[in-house]
């Protein structure tokens, strides 16, 4: 019962399927890759209708320490209030704390600090909301279940999916 083995299962079926694409949904679609990288078809063509793919912004670490960043006084701003400040990338706050936490954080998108699928346990996800999008995510609901995982989702194609496992 894991994220990794609903991962493992939905690729075998064609599906791309992935853990903290860059960022946000935006950003995220924009990395989906034009062939698949990984698992049984890889070199293949990603349908993007058979995609799904969480974002960083889902899985943030939530309890970071923030402080007022001593550089820019919390401005985010350089003294000219032109540049962003380089010490907290124009954020205007410091995120730490995050060393007591008793798992290895996952980091591999610049400026986020996410929780890897273990630890979450579950996740709102991204699909195609078009129809046929729709008609596939609907369709692979019992692979889904299958895998021990439970999704909540309204069957719309302008709602994202929960997925717990």
Known sequence: MSFARMQETLRAEGWFVEWNMPCCQSCAWG??????QVGPFKGQDVDLS???????????????????????????FTEDGDTDC????????????FEDLDYEP?????????????IAGDSTFCFDGSDEGVENLTTIIPIIEECG????WNGSGDSRPDISW
């Open 50 to 76: 058979k995609v799904l793919f969480n974002h960083s912004q889902d899985c943030e670490v939530d309890d970071r320490i923030e402080e007022e960043c001593e550089y820019c006084d919390g401005t985010g």
């Open 106 to 118: 996952d980091t591999s998108v610049g400026g986020f600090v996410c929780m890897p699928p273990e």
């Open 149 to 152: 995982c439970k999704i909540n």
């Open 86 to 97: 380089g010490y907290c990338e124009g954020e205007g706050f410091i995120s730490g704390g």
């Open 31 to 36: 990395d989906v890759p034009d062939v698949h």
